[in-house]
T-cell receptor
Framework: GAVVSQHPSRVICKSGTSVKIECRSL??????MFWYRQFPKQSLMLMAT?????????EQGVEKDKFLINHASLTLSTLTVTSAHPEDSSFYIC???????????????FGPGTRLLVL | GESVGLHLPTLSVQEGDNSIINCAYS??????FIWYKQESGKGPQFIID?????DKRQGQRVTVLLNKTVKHLSLQIAATQPGDSAVYFC??????????FGRGTSLIVHP
């Protein structure tokens, strides 16, 4: 099956610093990538939808200036948490929607997640 | 038995038993549903899906039932194994194909 990778898998940073998380589709092109956040023992909450070459669409309540998303190619999206604070500590998961010859598919593949701890 | 924890309901079963995990979805316009398995510290894995024109779909050891009248999904796992221990999420999708995840159920399988 299709593989989505995330880097780093875990990161610890000091409060006030910025952290960049990469999401790559390894063996397919992704029309759209999605970023989710998951707090312990809770469900995945969609943060934003990222289309290659265009601005991301953020969900209500998600600060676009704090969570910068860049989708530079059909295989790479990055999420930068700017001026991170302890309350940003969470599990960040990306997913990628497969691009097919017939257009966008509903099939999504999830990355393994990135654990962010802000001290 | 099943219990509701602070955030995630939990289902505890013995190895070899059948497990039934339930999910209520919210949007009657949703026409595609997916069950995901999430092991600790990992991303969700696709298990099985079902479209709204079906009420049952079977996979290997898993069956999904859909009741559109009451907006209810269930995932049945036959002969549950310790490796099935994980959190299970249902997700509903509409025309945008962006999944909205349900609350999740923690399945604990005792050997």
């Amino acid at each position: 099956g299709a593989v989505v990778s995330q880097h780093p898998s875990r990161v610890i940073c000091k409060s006030g610093t910025s952290v960049k998380i990469e999401c790559r589709s390894l063996d397919f092109q992704a029309t759209t990538m999605f970023w989710y956040r998951q707090f312990p023992k809770q469900s995945l909450m969609l943060m934003a939808t990222s289309n290659e070459g265009s601005k991301a669409t953020y969900e209500q309540g998600v600060e676009k200036d704090k969570f910068l998303i860049n989708h530079a190619s059909l295989t790479l999206s990055t999420l930068t948490v700017t001026s991170a604070h302890p309350e940003d500590s969470s599990f960040y998961i990306c997913s990628a929607r497969v691009r097919t010859s017939g257009g966008a598919s509903e099939t999504q593949y999830f990355g393994p997640g990135t654990r962010l701890l802000v001290l | 038995g099943e219990s509701v924890g602070l955030h995630l309901p939990t289902l505890s079963v013995q190895e070899g038993d059948n497990s039934i995990i339930n999910c209520a979805y919210s949007n009657s316009a949703s026409d595609y549903f997916i069950w995901y398995k999430q092991e600790s510290g990992k991303g969700p894995q696709f298990i099985i899906d079902i479209r709204s024109n079906m009420d049952k779909r079977q996979g290997q050891r898993v069956t999904v039932l859909l009741n559109k009248t009451v907006k209810h999904l269930s995932l049945q796992i036959a002969a549950t194994q310790p490796g099935d221990s994980a959190v299970y999420f249902c997700a509903e999708l509409g025309g945008s194909y962006i999944p909205t995840f349900g609350r999740g159920t923690s399945l604990i399988v005792h050997p």
